[in-house]
């Protein structure tokens, strides 16, 4: 039997169950295949002892791997194609989750979404598709490719509500090249609809959220287990205790939910907000208003960016950007230090919420020009505890 010419990347989801409908009705010749990402969570717990950590036993979430592995084996059984299957648990491991881990403890709020996509789907299932004789691969992600000039660009989806190339900004010409967006230009209610008149199984199946590939489930919970509580100080920006936290890695900067301070003495009684993170001194700074200056900021420096075109389009340019998913798109000028490769970026308004370890994403209309880790910014507080440190 031939080798298919296209692998599509089977996460059980509607989403990639149509792209492989897509694909099989336009004559491409597929399979599918199913990556095992996240091992259970006692294989998980066996691996991070290993690695010098003492997780907690495995409670909440149970991984849903099984569930998407029977929905998967059934649509391809619906299509008529083949399935093959891969276990990346151990690459997902060191090249997504001790990073994770380590961004966490470190105080910054890390995106595992990207760099899953990256390292796992557009680079070990790439290969793995090509080890099947395959030329190209295929996602159910929203978003689309087009070539002009001789180059690979990656393109926004025609549905912005469901547009994915924010995490997708770490793609490079190889990857484009051999990559299928077979959704790039539907609607999501188009390909539920899709589903439906095919009798696909997973056409009313809810889309995944959470952690990428680890699933659903008490998110502080699951980080206590390589992160183990520690208790201290919430504290007003002026300095006044205010409450407790379990542990300041559990928030990122702009959270309302899980801090627990209702009213307090000597204050109003609005809502709290996460403005800062004193890792050093295991600090959690907490202000009033979900517009606080403290949240505040109109610059930003990067890690090395990353640019899909393999260079930048120019030293210093104008563009916009989004510090976040589904964020508006944002107006900056972009000028790039050409010893380190990072970015300073100034924005034409002050942007809320900017995270540490988030990443920044920069367009040029419908074009994802390429992104970078954020390490910085010039929110007040921010500055006052860099300086504190220093």
């Known amino acids: 039997m031939s080798s298919p010419e296209v692998i599509v990347g089977m996460s059980g989801g509607v989403d990639s169950s149509v792209a492989a409908l897509l694909l099989r009705d336009a004559g491409e010749s597929i399979a599918g295949l199913f990556m095992q990402n996240w091992a259970d969570d006692d294989a998980q717990d066996s691996a991070s002892a290993a690695a010098g950590r003492t997780p907690k036993a495995a409670g909440s979430g149970e991984c849903r791997a099984e569930d998407d592995r029977r929905d998967a084996v059934a649509v391809c059984g619906r299509l008529g194609i083949p399935i093959h299957f891969r276990d990346f648990s151990s690459e997902y491991w060191s090249g997504v989750f001790e990073h994770f881990i380590a961004e966490y403890a470190a105080g910054r709020t890390p995106n595992p979404d990207v760099l899953c996509n990256r390292e796992i789907k557009f680079k070990h299932f790439l290969e793995a598709a090509r080890g099947l004789g395959a030329e190209r691969i295929a996602t159910g992600h929203y978003a689309r490719i087009a070539h002009a000039d001789g180059r690979w660009q990656l393109l926004r989806a025609a549905d912005r509500g469901k547009d994915q190339s924010y995490f997708l900004h770490q793609l490079g010409q190889e990857q ?46 699951f980080l206590s287990r390589y992160l183990p509580a520690r208790e201290g100080e919430m504290r007003a920006p002026d300095g006044r205790v205010v409450g407790r936290h379990p542990g300041v890695f559990y928030f990122t900067l702009g959270q309302r939910e899980g801090l627990q301070l209702g009213g307090v003495r000597g204050f109003d009684a609005a809502p709290w907000y996460v403005v800062g993170k004193d890792v050093e001194r295991n600090v959690l700074v907490v202000d009033q208003g979900s517009d606080s200056p403290h949240l505040m900021s109109t610059r930003l420096w990067s890690e090395p960016a990353h640019w899909i075109g393999g260079t930048p389009p120019a030293r210093r340019f104008e563009c916009t950007a989004q510090t976040r998913y589904r964020q508006p798109e944002e107006p900056c000028q972009v000028s790039i230090d050409e010893s380190t490769g990072r970015l300073a970026i100034v924005f034409r308004n002050p942007q809320r919420a900017v995270t540490p370890g988030q990443s920044v994403v920069l367009y040029d209309g419908e074009a994802c020009l390429g992104g970078a880790v954020i390490a910085e910014t010039d929110a007040p507080l921010e500055r006052q505890l860099r300086g504190a440190a220093a």
């Open 176 to 221: 484009l090249a051999a990559t299928l967006f077979p959704l790039g230009d539907l609607p999501k209610a188009d390909v539920r609809a899709i589903a439906r008149r095919a009798g696909l199984p997973t056409a009313d199946k809810r889309d995944s959220t959470g952690i990428c590939f680890i699933g659903e489930r008490d998110f502080r919970e």
